[in-house]
């Protein structure tokens, strides 16, 4: 199965509210996660990441919030806006072993956030 | 900077036709990737690259094969189109573990 999931596939907010999307992950010694956004039809974007020695980063109207002990990340969208209508997806640091190693990323299925007028 | 760019946009394949995807990155990344994402899914890893002159097969490499053609350009290949393998496809490149992706080729194998 896989080692991150969320825990909703469509999340719909009011215009103007707060968003919170959950992420679940299994792998423990994990040590560095980051969330996308993916708007219809483009590549996944960067929002933010966080590394295992934190447990909340903020960045402009994003927070993203982890919880070694139950292995639970979150992104935390303050007043949400139109533009913010995506499908956002958590991905979870692996390491890929070849002749000089790489980074690789672990993704989640994805939430769809919708945004109401 | 263009950051990671691909081509085509699009492409519509016969089964049993073959066609190379291309991805070229400016950020002078090490590392690149190539992802398939189907309906529904997150992305799933089919190649990637550690860095020039090494390939690696990723979890779902089977009817692909890729070439690191040197620093800036990671392309994909497939030898006989089938149509499970219909989906989007997004190249990608890193540092420090943090990955940028291109616009994406949706391809269609009928």
């Known amino acids: 199965g896989e080692s991150v999931g969320l825990h909703l596939p469509t999340l719909s907010v009011q215009e103007g509210d707060n968003s919170i999307i959950n992420c679940a992950y299994s792998n423990s010694a994990s040590d560095y996660f980051i969330w996308y956004k993916q708007e219809s039809g483009k590549g996944p974007q960067f929002i933010i990441d966080i590394r295992s020695n934190m447990d909340k980063r903020q960045g402009q109207r994003v927070t993203v919030l982890l919880n070694k002990t139950v292995k639970h990340l979150s992104l935390q969208i303050a007043a949400t806006q139109p533009g913010d209508s995506a499908v956002y997806f958590c991905?979870?640091?692996?390491?890929?072993?070849?002749?000089?190693?790489?980074?690789?990323?672990?993704f989640g299925k994805g939430t769809h956030l919708i945004i109401q007028p | 900077n263009a950051g990671v760019t691909q081509t085509p946009k699009f492409q519509v394949l016969k089964t049993g036709q073959s066609m190379t995807l291309q991805c070229a990155q400016d950020?002078?990344?090490?590392?690149m990737y190539w992802y398939r994402q189907d309906p529904g899914m997150g992305l799933r890893l089919i190649y990637y690259?550690?860095?020039?002159?090494?390939?690696d097969k990723g979890e779902v490499p089977n009817g692909y094969n890729v070439s690191r053609l040197n620093k800036r350009e990671f392309s994909l290949r497939l030898e006989s189109a089938a149509p499970s393998q219909t989906s989007v496809y997004f190249c990608?490149?890193?540092?420090?573990?943090?990955?940028?992706f291109g616009p994406g080729t949706r391809l269609t194998v009928l």
């Open positions: 950020m002078n990344h090490n590392s």
């Open positions: 690259s550690a860095s020039e002159g090494t390939t």
């Open positions: 991905a979870e640091n692996i390491i890929l072993y070849s002749g000089g190693g790489a980074d690789g990323l672990t």
């Open positions: 990608a490149s890193s540092a420090g573990g943090k990955q940028f």
